[in-house]
């Protein structure tokens, strides 16, 4: 099936830096979403891309929609202790209507 | 509040046993999905729903059946569990007219022995 594949796999960073992640894929797709996955909770949408080159922010969050269509990246600024968990890049293929997830970025801040 | 509502939260099953997790969704989404969640594999959709009375099979359907009998439930049944189907299972509910943002329950682990 079409895979997504996200880096890293796991972050350990300490509180106050910033962070960035990346999803790629060979498939083109008609749109990027990040999700954050809260420990024993279902993930939650960050931000929802539908343009190729598209630039969106969500607070500390900042993410794109890669100008070929395979590839987006999530960035956070200014790392604080809620910022804890797993993240999720998705795609949705043209006429899909369905998400294909990446492997997720487990993200742990040291105080 | 409810959203999406999965039961139950936790199974421990044999090999061999079957079992239904439920879903339920009140806010009258018109699609559903089942999806399982193993380290190191992100999520993996299983069977989905486009409406009532209708599904489609995802990545990974073998060993899993569904049903969508009513709008607001969907159903995921095992009806012979393996150890391979070890996992946290999640429901997700979405509007038609798909954007991609999905409303995800609180998860259902399931331990086949």
């Known amino acids: 099936g079409q895979q997504l594949n996200q880096s890293p796999q796991s972050m350990f960073i300490q509180e106050g830096e910033d962070v960035s992640m990346n999803c790629t894929s060979s498939?083109?797709?008609?749109?990027w979403l990040w999700y954050k996955q809260d420990p024993g909770e279902g993930p939650v949408l960050l931000i929802a891309?539908?343009?190729?080159?598209e630039l969106t922010s969500n607070g500390r969050l900042t993410a794109q929609f890669g100008i070929t269509r395979k590839d987006s990246f999530l960035n956070i600024s200014a790392s604080i202790p809620s910022d804890v968990g797993i993240y999720f890049c998705?795609?949705?293929?043209?006429?899909?209507?369905?998400?294909?997830f990446g492997q997720g970025t487990r993200l742990t801040i040291n105080p | 509040n409810a959203g999406v509502t999965q039961t139950p939260k936790f199974r421990v099953l044999k090999t061999g046993q079957s079992m239904t997790l439920l879903c339920a969704q009140d806010?009258?989404?018109?699609?559903m999905y089942w999806y399982r969640q193993d380290p190191g594999m992100g999520l993996r959709l299983i069977h989905y729903?486009?409406?009532?009375?209708?599904?489609a099979k995802g990545e990974v359907p073998d060993g899993y059946n569904v049903s969508r009998l009513k709008k607001q439930n969907f159903l995921l049944g095992l009806e012979s569990a393996a150890p391979s189907q070890t996992s946290v299972y999640f429901c997700?509910?979405?509007?038609?007219?798909?954007?991609?943002?999905?409303?995800f329950g609180e998860g259902s682990r399931l331990t086949v022995l």
């Open positions: 498939s083109i797709f008609n749109t």
């Open positions: 998705a795609g949705q293929l043209p006429g899909a209507q369905k998400l294909v």
């Open positions: 997700a509910s979405s509007w038609a007219g798909f954007t991609g943002e999905l409303f």
């Open positions: 729903s486009v409406g009532e009375g209708t599904t």
């Open positions: 891309l539908y343009k190729a080159g």
């Open positions: 806010m009258n989404h018109e699609y």
